[in-house]
């Protein structure tokens, strides 16, 4: 089931499919602060910790900000991070696809 939007409401962030049918809410205190989106996963940053979480609210997997550096995009099925002078991208379990000079 694909991703469409995420919104927070309240203390809620709820998750939509793409005919804008909710899939579900997540408590923003437990997942923290939303970063952004693909179609398949949603990016969280909390404390630390970026994280990853399926349409369902389901972590994927977490990975501590100073391994990846900044985050700067999301989309498809992909995560961009700038880290120093490198531009990388990961998918939703932080496995390295790609890097350049950026």
């Known amino acids: 089931m694909a991703i469409s939007d995420v919104q927070l409401k309240g203390n809620w962030y709820v998750i939509f499919d793409g005919n804008g049918k909710k899939i579900k809410e997540v408590l923003a205190s ?5 970063c952004g989106m693909g179609g398949e996963f949603i990016v969280f940053v909390k404390g ?8 369902t609210g389901k972590k994927i997997k ?18 961009i ?3 120093g002078n490198w531009i990388v991208t990961y998918d939703k379990t932080f496995k390295k696809l790609s ?3 950026g």
């Open 99 to 101: 890097e350049r000079l």
């Open 62 to 79: 977490e990975i501590l900000t100073s391994t990846v550096g900044d985050f700067k995009n999301s989309s498809g099925s992909t995560i």
């Open 30 to 34: 437990s997942v923290g602060e939303l």
């Open 81 to 83: 991070f700038k880290k």
């Open 48 to 55: 630390n910790w970026y994280a990853t979480y399926d349409e």
